[in-house]
């Protein structure tokens, strides 16, 4: 069969390789399928031209990546490709079918044939095989699937993959020197830049967090050989000079951690990497720090996430102010660069509490911050509790949440306050010489400072 799996082309901080596209586009091939990854947001493709380009290759399969703020466009690109492509069966996976696969179904109607909840290195392979005619089992078998039976749309269970060795991502469709100078976390050191993940699961309950999921909450991880093995085969065959780790919980382990840098400083010390998803600070200790730096960690970005312990202990951060303070001074101290996540606008959370977190961020020793109105994802426990509560109404054709979307605002503040204090606290932030300096001083090209302006004005010029 000739499958074709999409990145769609909308707004986005950043234009990285997708490797959970390469992950299942390696899967598929194993199976003997043709396959191709379009990233249609790298390659600038509208939905027009993007059609025209998989008419002409013309798939058995469409799957599209689909995040919730993206629900309109997708729907408008799955339209457009059953009209242009009515005997291609459509599918979509990622954070939003992941959290309600039921509801995806429905609201994309007849242009959408199956969702995949979770992982679906096992599934989407399984399925191809039944369309295929090469499995007796039914769709009922396959894990993860969100299908119509009748008026019925049924949900398996998931299958999250134990043995993450026995999974490769096929970088020869998705090769990262191909890509612009707009990384994850908009800054880098070297160049080309390339995401790996080397490991899957979170276990902690942050209630504004949906990765589970996606992931499930236990933890596995990748041995450290498979890891880098990649990473040889990434710098050997496309020049790649710098890892972004994009795990959940790359620090849960001291042992893997301490492991992973011996191995970084002994086999490529010509490659620094970063950890732009961030690390839970509670892992973090003098000495691994100290072994990351010298590994070739240059920058790491952790969860703050609130000044206020209140409200840090209502969103199950497990962490105090205080402990953060003292995380980030050994983290200054290593000689590695911080970036803070802050969110603004908890449930609960007074406008006391949040200009005590624009303050607690002016004071910490950060060379960046992000901040963001918090986003009630579906699938993380307050978007469970806001809609039982009836505190939060939603409309898929209008609920878009991103960084720069504001879809709900705590009782006692309505939202263009709440997004005029995101703007202050990023003003508050960013205006201050050393930090703008400092920022100006890690630009490495021309094309990264277009970046880098493009993604500032962005952030700095929201609606209020």
Known sequence: MRIALIKANTVA?????????????????????DVIVVDALRERLDTARLVRKLS??????????????????????????????????????????SAVPRETLEYFGDCLDFGFAGEAESGLPFLLGIMEGGRG?????????????GKEVRTNERRFE?????????WDLIPPDRYPRSPHGAYYRRFPVAPIVTSRGCPHQCTFCASACVSGRKIRRRSVEGVFEE????????????????????????????????????????????CPNGVRMDTLDREMLRAMKESGLYFLSV???????????RIKKNLTVERMEEKIRLIRE??????????????????????????????????????ANFQPFPGCEEFDRLRRSGELTVDWDLFAPTLQSTTYAPSGVDVRTLRRLRKRALWTFYARPAIVWKMLGEVRSPGHALHVLRRGLRWLTIPG
């Open 231 to 274: 990473i040889g085969w990434l710098h050997r065959r496309h020049g790649v000079r710098e890892i972004h780790i994009e795990d959940d919980n790359f620090t849960g382990s001291r042992d893997y951690v301490l492991a992973f840098c011996d191995r970084m400083r002994n086999t490529f010390p010509g490659v620094s990497w970063t």
């Open 137 to 149: 089992e039914g769709l009922d078998k396959v894990p993860g699937l969100a299908y119509r039976e």
């Open 56 to 97: 002409g290759w013309r798939p058995d399969f469409v799957g599209v990546l689909l995040f919730t703020k993206d629900l309109r466009p997708v729907r408008e690109l799955l339209r457009a490709v059953r009209g242009a492509l009515p005997e291609a069966r459509t599918c979509v996976g990622g954070p939003h079918p």
């Open 303 to 313: 969860g703050v996430e609130s000044g206020s312990d209140r409200v840090l202990e």
């Open 13 to 33: 901080d950043e234009i990285i390789p997708p490797f959970g596209l390469g992950y299942l586009a390696e899967s598929v091939r194993r199976e003997d399928h």
């Open 334 to 371: 290593a000689g590695i660069g911080i970036s803070g996540f802050f969110m603004l606008g908890f449930p609960g959370e007074t406008k006391e509490e949040m200009e005590e977190t624009i303050r607690f961020a002016a004071r910490l020793p950060l060379d960046r911050a992000s901040f």
């Open 162 to 170: 134990e043995d993450l060795d026995r999974l490769a991502v096929a």
